[in-house]
Structures are given as structure tokens and as C-alpha cells.
């Protein structure tokens, strides 16, 4: 069976530290993709990363960081200085490369406070 | 590029009421996917259409739901008689083709009173 664990329910950090969520995937697939979106206070989901099971090269993109390692089935994703704008629910998903759909965590609110 | 586009924004609707909700994909996108977020819970996936086609509706209730994708216009995910437990917000979510970052529009806020 496929599934996404995000344990962190909530977390609040202060303006500028960094912040790092948490997410562990089950598969027993070889070929996976991994994505991260956020889901601000306005309530759309935004897109922001990508990742197929073969690459696991951590990527980073601004403040945002990301960080693939199969051997403990895992994809974080770290906020450095975080921001109030960051304030979000985060979700992780995985889809299979035999089925498109995506299969989401709980998600992770993020508060960040001035 | 317009993003993907859902119609209404907010639904209110009675118990027994049909309610209609509308998904019009990105652009060059004909793969479309809906899924429903329980309050306070994350998203699961309820079905995925390409044009005429339901490729995957492992996750839409047996009864009540049903959509549709067109050839010519959006896609429409319709429940039928609906019950309190249908409050929800529904997104749809498109890609250009399988294997493909799925984009999703702004939801629909469904209100079953």
C-alpha cells in the first residue's frame, strides 16, 4: 500500500529561523515522483516542487530546500529564514509512475510569527 | 497563461439539492483530476478524466457522484442529493499528460446545510 506520513501537525517558528517538515513515503515501487504544494490562508494549492525516484540530488530554490533520501524514505523540505508569508499548510504527496493520481499527507500548518 | 479554473467558488446547497461544480483545465492540458479536502484534512483523490474518457474513479463514492469531461467544455463533477458529509472543498487539478505535475485551481467550497 502507498502512503504519506507528515507527523508534524503544526509548527511555529518566529520570523528568520529556519524551519525544516517532515516527510516520510511508503511505496514498494521503484519509479515514484515526489511533490511538495502549499496551501496558504486564501486556500488555493500551489505547486512547488517536483522529483521522480531517481533523482536524488537535494535541490534548493530561493529559501526553500529540499531533501530526497531513498534510504530512509524520505523528502523534507526546509524553509531557511523563514517569513510570515511562509505561514502555510504544506503538503506532501507521492504518485506512482502506473497510476497518476496523487496520494497526499495530512499536511503540516506552518505558522511563522513577526 | 490563465491557471486552472473552477466555477463557483463558494456553493451553498441544501440536503437533497444536486450540486454542479465546474473545472476548466489549463491550457494545453487534457488531463484532469478531482480530489476533495475534508475540513482540517488533506486531500484525497476521487477521479481522473482525459476528454470523454473517466480513466480512474477508484475514489468516487459509489453513489451520488459522478463526472464528466467533454469534448467540448470543462469537466463537471455533479453530486447528486446531497448530504451534510458532501461539505467539503473540491479541487480539480490538471496536466498536460500522464507522469506530469498537476496544477490545481482554487477549489470549491461546497456548504450542505
Known amino acids: 500500500a502507498q502512503k504519506v506520513t507528515q507527523a508534524q501537525t503544526e509548527i511555529s517558528v518566529v520570523e528568520k529561523e529556519d524551519v525544516t517538515l517532515d516527510c516520510v513515503y511508503e511505496t514498494r515501487d521503484t519509479t515514484y515522483y515526489l511533490f511538495w504544494y502549499k496551501q496558504p490562508p486564501s486556500g488555493e494549492l500551489v505547486f512547488l516542487i517536483r522529483r521522480n525516484s531517481f533523482d536524488e540530488q537535494n535541490e534548493i530554490s530561493g529559501r526553500y530546500s529540499w531533501n530526497f533520501q531513498k534510504s530512509t524514505s524520505s523528502f523534507n523540505f526546509t524553509i531557511t529564514a523563514s517569513q510570515v508569508v511562509d505561514s502555510a499548510v504544506y503538503f506532501c504527496a507521492l504518485s506512482l509512475s502506473r497510476t497518476d493520481k496523487l496520494i497526499f499527507g495530512t499536511g503540516t500548518r506552518l505558522q511563522v510569527f513577526p | 497563461n490563465a491557471g486552472v479554473m473552477q466555477n463557483p467558488r463558494h456553493l451553498v446547497r441544501r440536503r437533497g439539492q444536486e450540486a454542479r461544480l465546474r473545472c476548466s483545465p489549463m491550457?494545453?492540458?487534457?488531463?484532469v483530476y478531482w480530489y476533495r479536502q475534508l475540513p482540517e484534512e488533506g486531500l484525497k483523490f476521487m477521479v481522473y478524466?482525459?476528454?470523454?474518457?473517466?480513466?480512474?474513479e477508484s475514489g468516487m463514492p459509489k453513489e451520488r457522484f459522478s463526472a464528466e469531461f467533454p469534448k467540448e467544455g470543462p469537466s463537471i463533477l455533479r453530486i447528486q442529493q446531497v448530504v451534510r458529509g458532501d461539505s467539503a472543498a473540491y479541487f480539480c487539478?490538471?496536466?498536460?499528460?500522464?507522469?506530469?505535475?498537476?496544477?490545481f485551481g482554487p477549489g470549491t467550497r461546497l456548504l450542505v446545510l
Open positions: 478524466l482525459q476528454k470523454e474518457n473517466i480513466i480512474d
Open positions: 491550457k494545453g492540458h487534457s488531463h
Open positions: 487539478a490538471s496536466s498536460p499528460g500522464t507522469q506530469e505535475t498537476q496544477y
